[in-house]
């Protein structure tokens, strides 16, 4: 049960038709072709749909309540079979409700933000600290304005742990979701340009980041990148805790390996910990991790229990075996210059692989910013890259500055669907390792289906 016709009540004053404050609400529906047993129905209005004109179809579907805006009228003959909770705004009121269920439930939140690396944190923060509490974690992409206060709302009430993603394209955005979750513990991973195109520079993406901080309870800790010289504002605070490679942090991270299976890393100069992820970025993430569950009263072999058996998120830098055995990384769900660069890196220092092909295709949203920050990328892919194959329009900055600077690389530019397909396949065999990555905007993932066995 989530809660009750009651509980409703007292969040909503106006309330008409079927009224039994002992009915049990036992979901959230938002759309109505869910099939889910004695559910509240929230109608969203978005700018070209209105969900209020399916209630006959979410009342077939499950729903005995509704939160119903009050521009629309009220189906007269539904006033006996459902409540209505009358409200200004249906997304404003699924807010409202999820801030109410998570002070009822009251557990540890910890609220994860930042350009790249959010997920990943968020993934290992579940994999470490279900091995101590009992917890709850952002699924897929639920990390808005409507995707969090759903996640809170699917939490059971005895969640002990909240662990709540935040996303965000524009000022305002975390500024909202923080103060909706109240955060004890918020984590910062890093400021890219992710959005850049809406926020007009890193320092406003950093600035928008730092909203986190808005929400945090009053004595709440903010963990955050401290190599991030757009984070050095938060340096003095009382209760914020810097990660980061530079000997200045609080937590510093040092003799980082990275293998074809694991990454390995030592923290403060004692603790060895490992994790099966690739690349330095990710001993970043996983010190944010470790941090906070020691901050929970969590011990190192408990803690890298659970980063040993974390459930990462499909599409990020995932390990494939394809075609002829090649090894495939799928980096394709999304993409900035920053991790891209990341992931380039890694590859990099992929020892086992005779062959190393980057598969790159534009970044998006990055506005005025395009040509230079694809540049960027460029800069960094040198051998022992053997092969850049590009598919895009801005990704073709990146193909004619390697070829200048590189020539060696076998460079090419695809803009036929067919052709790309046919190269990558050429460059299959077991000693090659492929990296897909670009925005999701560009679909990668149908170029690695066409590389699967």
């Not at 759309?31 to 969900?51: C, H, K, N, T, W």
């Not at 249906?90 to 002070?103: G, I, M, S």
């Not at 995707?147 to 662990?163: A, H, K, R, S």
């Not at 598969?359 to 005025?368: H, K, M, R």
Request: proline share 3%.
């Amino acid at each position: 049960m989530l809660c009750t016709i009651n509980f409703l009540q007292d969040i909503f004053n106006d309330q008409h038709g079927a009224v039994n404050p002992a009915t049990e609400i036992h979901s959230i529906m938002t759309d109505s072709r869910e099939q889910l047993s004695q559910a509240l129905f929230v109608p969203i209005i978005g700018e070209r749909f209105d969900a209020h004109q399916f209630i006959h179809q979410a009342i077939d579907s499950g729903a005995i309540a509704v939160l119903w805006d009050r521009k629309h009228s009220i189906p007269e003959e539904l006033l006996e079979h459902i409540s209505f909770f009358v409200v200004q705004d249906t997304t404003v009121a699924l807010q409202t409700l999820a801030k109410a269920y998570c002070e009822k439930v009251n557990p540890t939140v910890i609220g994860v933000t930042g350009s790249n690396g959010k997920t990943t944190t968020k993934d290992l923060l579940h994999a470490v600290l279900q091995k101590q509490f009992k917890t709850h974690a952002t699924k897929g992409n639920y990390n808005n304005e409507i995707g969090l206060p759903l996640t809170i709302l699917q939490m059971e009430q005895q969640t002990e742990v909240l662990i709540l993603e935040m996303g965000m394209s524009s000022f305002g955005e975390i500024d909202t979701l923080t103060k909706m979750a109240k955060p004890n513990y918020a984590i910062i991973t890093n400021i890219g340009e992710s959005h850049i195109e809406h926020l007009g520079s890193r320092k406003g993406i950093a600035q928008a980041k730092l909203e986190i901080a808005n929400g945090l309870s009053k004595d709440g800790l903010l963990i955050i990148d401290g190599d991030e010289p757009l984070l050095t504002s938060y340096n003095e605070h009382e209760h914020v805790i810097r990660c980061g490679m530079d000997e200045a942090n609080d937590v510093i991270i040092s003799d980082i390996n990275v293998t074809e299976e694991q990454t390995t890393f030592t923290l403060d100069g004692m603790e060895r910990f490992f994790i099966p992820l690739l690349g330095k970025h990710h001993a970043l993430n996983a010190s944010f991790v470790i941090t906070l569950a020691k901050k929970l009263g969590m011990k190192q072999q408990m803690i890298q229990n659970g980063l040993m058996h974390v459930n990462h998120t499909s599409m990020r830098f995932e390990k494939i075996i394809g075609k002829n055995d090649v090894t495939i990384i799928n980096d394709a769900y999304n993409a900035s210059p920053t991790s891209m660069k990341g992931a380039i890196n890694v590859v990099k220092e992929l020892d086992a692989f005779a062959n190393k092909v980057l598969v790159l295709g534009d970044v998006l949203e990055l506005g005025e910013y395009s040509q230079s920050l694809h540049q960027s990328v460029a800069e960094v892919i040198e051998p022992p890259i053997n092969v850049v194959y590009t598919y895009g329009e801005a990704v073709e900055t990146i193909a004619k500055y390697v070829s200048h600077t590189n020539p060696e690389i076998d460079v090419q530019h695809f803009t036929n669907e067919a052709d790309f397909k046919s190269a990558l396949k050429n460059q299959a065999n077991e000693s090659t390792v492929m990296l897909f990555k670009a925005s999701r905007g560009m679909a990668f993932e149908k170029f690695i289906e066409a590389l699967m066995k």
